[in-house]
């Protein structure tokens, strides 16, 4: 990879990584879904600064008023401004859309890569047992989970985290049975190079595009889980709130009030939509095999 | 391919153990009994209905009866609707679930594959681009959400199709299917427009448009069997993800099946209904998975290989 002689003969070199945002910066779809993440996540982060009123602050005499000056997004049943329970709301969902990911990132990522680098029996073993997850209905787990313990933010990020782990797995070994085959793994080898740096130079610098792609597409889902969860009044607990919960409560009142169901829900999808571009678009990006045309 | 079946089927009884297991085990380490939720009730009744349920002993014999109970296919007594068993409860909404999710899939593959294979004839240019923004927005609109809308629109402002209820008006069962289809709709056009790209490219489908076939004959006859494979391998998982969606669009339109039942377990910690309900799930996503790899085998000549050289 560190063949500056080389490349001053021909053309200037570009790394995957440059070559990806290249790419990247090609599709504009994806870009969009990257900036509204960007704008979304400083918005979730400054919320308790910039949110036009109180979370609980209610204008009783404000009561379920369509969007205005005053309340751009309009008021729910109790007058409490729509915008500013969006944002909170946001703040929940995003940060169980990250958290949980990040946890099924953990997971996935150190078993997949055991499981793929030590191979044999202990990876026939390993993948097994995720086999036998695969075949589990998990929506139906969380739900008991929830049921069982309580309704409780915690317990939802794990909860969801410990089902998305397994397609994380799944692709992390298959990059690393590969990998490790490969010839210039081979050539590291036998140029004497220890485990370690072979790991750390070659391996896992190969397997971060798929994770990178697989972690952008595994968010939206896991926030979706989250919204069909407090949907069902099964999630997220008041008086927290997450956009799920909103559309519920949204739903109870769209006849008279749309608003309050029309917003959060632009909310929610809107995210979820600039997650999936991101997402294959990375993919276009990342893939060695699209790349140089 | 008789001997691949029931290698599957095999392997399917563990996974079941370790399902009926879990489940129990984290339905009887819930804080509080079944019933103490309920007002007050006096220590002996208490003990009675204890007594009647066998919670009075210890649990791996409750474990071990269950299992036995399930074996023979008997999912016990519902500790919430006195009388009635799980699997009266379970038998009950079946029907309507199955039906539900029957439509669904329909209006799911109708359109899916329609727009899939449009948008695969010619990738890059509106006639792909189109459909497929449709099915992103189709992904991105989860049911929870598209529901309510539809609701609003085409039954409340409309007032062209009635809005809850199963089975009673005409025409209400056309929102239930629409909900819970349109986000299968969406995978599977993006499915079948990824597996028929792929086969377009080959050298199979070169030589039926050089034998002059209309392009009617090449899409139908020889592209649609292998580019939908995908398609199908899809299948499977998505019969599964239906119940799980089942849940919602139950809910939103009040309909009596299997999902609505299980939500309304859940809040009630009806335990024995949450059990059987979950057992009842597990062995139906496993078999539903199994068709469909069965499906695939069948329709991929160089998997049946395999399978036979196995």
């Known amino acids: ?293 | 391919m008789l001997r691949f079946a029931l290698g599957r089927l095999l392997q399917a009884i563990p996974v079941l153990l370790v399902v009926i297991t879990m489940t129990f085990l984290l339905v009887h380490s819930a804080p509080g009994g079944p019933f103490s939720a309920d007002k007050a009730v006096p220590a002996e009744v208490l003990e009675a209905l204890e007594a009647q349920y066998n919670l009075d002993q210890p649990l791996w014999q409750q474990y071990i009866s269950y299992l036995g109970d399930v074996v023979r296919g008997d999912m016990g007594p519902s500790f919430k609707y006195p009388g009635r068993s799980v699997n009266e409860l379970i038998l009950s909404g079946l029907g309507t679930t199955a039906e539900l999710g029957l439509y669904a899939m329909m209006v799911a593959v109708f359109i899916g594959v329609i727009a899939g294979v449009t948008a695969s004839m010619r990738p890059n240019t509106m006639q792909d681009y189109v459909p497929m923004t449709a099915a992103m927005i189709g992904i991105c609109m989860p049911s929870f959400l598209l529901g309510p809308l539809l609701v609003l629109v085409f039954g409340i402002h409309l007032e062209w199709l009635p809005v809850s209820g199963w089975n009673q008006i005409p025409g209400d069962k056309i929102l239930p299917a629409i909900t819970l289809g349109t986000g299968y709709a969406a995978y599977i056009a993006r499915l079948s427009r990824g597996g028929m790209l792929e086969v377009l490219s080959q050298d199979y489908i070169r030589t039926a448009r050089a034998k002059g076939l209309s392009e009617f004959l090449i899409i139908g006859k020889h592209a649609l069997r292998g580019g939908l494979i995908p398609v199908v391998a899809f299948l499977g998982p998505a019969f599964a993800g239906l119940l799980g969606g089942s849940f919602v669009v139950e809910t939103i339109y009040q309909i009596p099946g299997l999902g609505r039942f299980y939500v309304q377990a859940a809040f009630n910690r009806d335990y024995t209904m949450i059990l059987g309900t979950t057992v009842f799930f597990a062995t139906l996503i496993i078999v539903f998975n199994l068709l469909s790899d069965m499906l695939a085998v069948w329709l991929n000549p160089k998997l049946r290989q395999q399978v036979r050289g196995v």
């Not at chain 1, 990879?1 to 021909?10: E, F, G, Q, R, V």
């Not at chain 1, 490790?180 to 370690?196: I, N």
């Not at chain 1, 697989?214 to 008041?238: D, H, N």
């Not at chain 1, 997650?275 to 045309?293: H, I, M, Q, V, Y």
């Open chain 1, 1 to 293: 990879m560190d063949s500056n002689s080389l490349d001053t003969m021909a053309e200037k070199g570009t790394s995957l990584w440059e070559d990806a945002w290249i790419k990247l910066r090609k599709n504009r779809l994806a870009l969009m879904g990257l900036g509204l993440l960007i704008f979304l996540c400083l918005v979730s982060l400054l919320t308790p600064w910039i949110a036009p009123y109180g979370y609980e602050e209610q204008d009783l005499l404000m009561g379920a008023t369509p969007p205005s000056a005053e309340h751009w997004l309009g008021t729910d049943v109790f007058g409490r401004d729509m915008l500013t329970r969006i944002m909170w709301g946001g703040r929940v969902s995003l940060m169980v859309g990250f958290i949980a990911t990040a946890v099924a990132l953990a997971i996935g990522v150190i078993y997949g890569a055991v499981a793929g680098y030590v191979g044999g029996r202990v990876d026939a073993v390993m993948m097994r047992l995720v086999d036998i997850l695969y075949a589990l209905p998990f929506m139906i787990f969380i739900i008991l989970l929830m049921v069982v313990f309580g309704r409780n933010l915690l317990l939802l990020f794990f909860a969801i985290g410990a089902v998305e782990w397994l397609t994380m797995a799944r692709i992390v070994r298959g990059q690393v049975m590969s990998l490790r085959k490969q010839e210039f793994v081979e050539a590291a080898h036998s140029l004497g190079l220890s485990q370690w740096i072979i790991i750390r130079r070659h391996i896992i610098p190969n397997t971060l595009g798929p994770v990178i792609v697989y972690t952008t597409l595994t968010i939206p889902s896991v926030m979706l889980l989250e919204a069909f969860l407090s949907f069902l009044g099964l999630g997220i607990q008041p008086p927290q709130s997450s956009w799920g919960l909103l559309i519920n409560y949204g739903v109870e009142t769209m006849e008279e009030y749309p608003w309050l169901l029309i917003f959060p829900g632009i909310a929610l999808s809107l995210t979820l939509f600039a997650l999936n571009f991101l997402g294959d678009g990375l993919r276009d990006a990342l893939d060695p095999r699209t790349s140089k045309d």
